[in-house]
């Protein structure tokens, strides 16, 4: 039986825990809405892209020769595996839904008999998928240091998928990342981005325009290419972004929850055990008194 | 002059969207005005002035740091790298995008790299001669 004064210790530890949560949640709310608000503005660049993309990649189909970016060059041995992750905990089962997503997809191609390799962009997703898949995280991307994730670091990081796939050291890429539904929804996703996915055009009988190219198609397709992967990248740190505060809003929403609750049950037991002592005295008293 | 539908974006926001008469675009080749109803093209973009003319009285003049074009029948697309107001653009600014050129330029592996960074520094030196900056 604890004595008053550790119910009474309890208790302030807990309400001190209960006031750090409530400070974190309402500072993931407020990133929050600047993180949601930066994933919905990039969206209308990327979709436009695809647009772009699935014009122009239609039309270089017809002349026969298309970039290895687009088509992968036929192969499928060797699959690299970009998770984006966060650089931060405490936010539920944000990082560890990503990183098992990732780990499922990577056991079940290595089933297949491909090679898997992995790149981890956050700190948290390279701790965890660490101890399953040491040798075969070929990179680990830290963005602690970026205030707010913009492009050029999602075209650092584009670039250098773009150049290992030149080194013919993968040739299928996929990211994954949670896209943003809504503050209690994030949907871990893996998307393809090397070779390209490109949504399927309408019906035959849609007439296309013919385009003409400044500079030939396939300079342009070469630089739309390269581009585009930077794009999605950025589309997909994005969308973590406002994942991760969504997250972390809703855990620590629970967690001052359960404190409110944990408080209230010690509070009964610290206000039992108080009258119980006080009961304790009473009688000592009174029979001490009735002896006389 | 008739309108027609124009959309600019940048990575990180849509920067335009609305009804304009015509656009001038700095196009790789050269620039090029687009009016309603100009024939299917995609075009890469070089560093250079955007003019936006949304009626004869009101224009809008922007910078980009290069992307792409496409016009089609539907409107006129531009998926820009970067897109500064004309009046925020200096020397200074404009030296920090010649930079960027020319560390591109140095990191360049091969020669059609080296070629395009030159080129695009070329370019906005051309373009910083015709500002008078």
Known sequence: MPSLKDLRNRIGSVKATQKITKAMQMVAAAKLRRAQMAAEQARPYAERMERVLANLAASAATTGHLPALLDGGGRDAIHLLVVCTGERGLCGAFNASIARLARDSAFSLQAEGKTVKLLCVGKKGYDILRRQFGRQIIEAIELRSVRSIGFPEADAIGRKIVALHAAMEFDVCTVFYAQFKSVIAQIPTAQQIIPLALPEQGGEGTLKPAYEYERDEEEILSALLPRNISIQIMRALLENAASEQGARMSAMDNASRNAGEMIRKQTLQYNRSRQAMITKELIEIISGAEAL | ?133
Not at chain 2, 76 to 97: F, N, R, S
């Open chain 2, 1 to 133: 002059m008739p309108a027609f539908p124009f959309e600019l974006v940048a990575p990180e926001k849509l920067v335009y969207s609305g009804e304009v008469e015509s656009v001038i675009v700095p196009g790789t080749e050269g620039e090029f005005a687009v009016l309603k109803d100009h024939a299917p093209v995609i075009s890469s973009l070089k560093p250079g002035i955007m003019v936006i003319e949304e009626s004869s009285q009101a224009k809008l003049r922007l910078y980009v740091r290069g992307g792409f074009a496409e016009a089609a029948p539907s409107g006129l697309t531009i998926l820009a790298d970067q897109v500064l107001p004309l009046d925020e653009v200096d020397a200074a600014k404009l030296g920090a995008e010649i930079e960027i050129f020319e560390e591109e330029l140095e990191r360049a592996g091969t020669d059609e790299a080296r070629r395009i960074a030159t080129e695009k520094r070329d370019q906005l030196l051309e373009l910083k001669a015709a500002l008078k900056m």
